[in-house]
């Protein structure tokens, strides 16, 4: 059974870091392009991060560009995301979500059918 497993949320100061991970079972991660993204109170889910399968490119929404990475263990079978320099307005449930061999990975939800349970990231003084 194919599942994702995020962890690494919590309560972090403005311009503080986390690391969220993104762990699989069930299938190798890495022939899967990967997304992260998030979705705040009263808002839709939008993308944030989208990593291409077996060594394809990445691609960030532009309010993260040079404070996100998102980057892959195989060994582990797990995704990361590291997130630095964090806003309040970066509050939100992230998820993660997989779909299969796409090297050129889009950031659109809709084209993810595998999705995570979510954990919380709150950025708060």
């Known amino acids: 059974q194919l599942q994702l497993v995020e962890s690494g949320g919590g309560l972090v100061q403005p311009g503080g870091s986390l690391r969220l991970s993104c762990a699989a079972s069930?299938?190798?991660?890495?022939?899967?392009?990967v997304g992260w993204f998030r979705q705040a109170p009263g808002k839709e889910r939008e993308a944030v991060s989208c990593m291409g399968s077996s060594g394809g490119r990445t691609n960030y929404a532009d309010s993260v560009k040079g404070r996100f990475t998102s980057s892959r263990d195989n060994a582990k079978n797990t995704v990361y995301l590291q997130m630095n320099n964090l806003k309040t307005e970066n509050t939100a449930v992230y998820y993660c979500a997989a779909k299969p061999l796409s090297r050129l990975c889009v950031l659109r939800r809709e084209d993810f059918g595998s999705w995570g349970q979510g954990t919380q990231v709150t950025v708060s003084s």
């Open positions: 069930g299938f190798t991660l890495n022939y899967y392009a």
